[in-house]
């Protein structure tokens, strides 16, 4: 059975506190809450009547948490994925790439490149992981990494987070070892 806690701590990890940096198009973030994710909660945490980045700078850990819960691992179904380290993976992609993060599996797994969750691309998935889960992995991994070079040749402004974000898949892989 997977677990997004164990996930959670890996992205607690690689998400610091507040950022708004000027070349990320996803604006103001906190724990990897981007503003407009925030904004979409519907919480105001200081409760001055409006949402905005001054609550963003207030949210937890288990804000946190709770968002990545229901915004990415039940938007892959991750709790009927037949195995963590493959969870890990496509649930952090969609955390950081929004819809690529399921359109690029997809299209490894011979689906249509819709960017929804069904339960053809779980099953398909699940089928996948049972045939050989590795090899598998090794094609996310590798699909991934490129998607990261595609993102900066396309824009060359996100070469300033290239290197994080090469550390961050490196450290995904070597997190996901421990679940094989």
Same mark, same amino acid.
């Given at each position: 059975?997977?677990?997004?806690?164990?996930?959670?701590?890996?992205?607690?990890?690689?998400?610091?506190?507040?950022?708004?940096?000027?070349?990320?198009?996803?604006?103001?973030?906190?724990?990897?809450? *981007?503003?407009?994710?925030?904004?979409?909660?519907?919480?105001?945490?200081?409760?001055?009547?409006?949402?905005?980045?001054?609550?963003? #700078?207030?949210? *937890?850990?288990?804000?946190?948490?709770?968002?990545?819960k229901s915004n990415y691992w039940?938007?892959?179904?991750?709790?009927?994925? *037949?195995?963590?380290?493959?969870?890990? *993976?496509?649930?952090?992609?969609?955390?950081?790439?929004?819809?690529?993060?399921?359109?690029?599996?997809?299209?490894?797994?011979?689906?249509?490149?819709?960017?929804?969750?069904?339960?053809?691309?779980?099953?398909?998935?699940?089928?996948?992981?049972?045939?050989?889960?590795?090899? &598998?992995?090794?094609?996310?991994?590798?699909?991934?990494?490129?998607?990261?070079?595609?993102?900066?040749? #396309?824009?060359?402004?996100?070469?300033?987070?290239?290197?994080?974000?090469?550390n961050r898949m490196n450290d995904?892989?070597?997190?996901?070892?421990? &679940?094989?």
């Amino acid at each position: 059975m997977t677990d997004v806690n164990i996930l959670a701590k890996f992205i607690l990890k690689w998400e610091g506190g507040f950022v708004n940096n000027p070349n990320d198009p996803g604006g103001a973030t906190n724990k990897g809450v *981007t503003i407009a994710v925030w904004k979409a909660q519907g919480y105001d945490k200081n409760g001055d009547g409006r949402i905005d980045v001054n609550d963003l #700078k207030l949210i *937890t850990d288990a804000d946190a948490i709770k968002i990545l819960k229901s915004n990415y691992w039940n938007r892959w179904f991750a709790d009927k994925i *037949t195995s963590q380290a493959v969870a890990n *993976t496509l649930v952090d992609w969609v955390w950081g790439s929004g819809a690529w993060g399921i359109k690029i599996p997809q299209r490894l797994l011979g689906l249509k490149e819709n960017g929804i969750v069904d339960y053809v691309t779980l099953n398909m998935l699940n089928n996948r992981i049972i045939k050989d889960k590795e090899a &598998f992995l090794q094609d996310l991994y590798k699909a991934r990494y490129q998607y990261l070079n595609d993102i900066v040749k #396309k824009n060359p402004k996100l070469q300033v987070f290239f290197k994080g974000w090469n550390n961050r898949m490196n450290d995904l892989v070597k997190f996901n070892k421990q &679940f094989n």
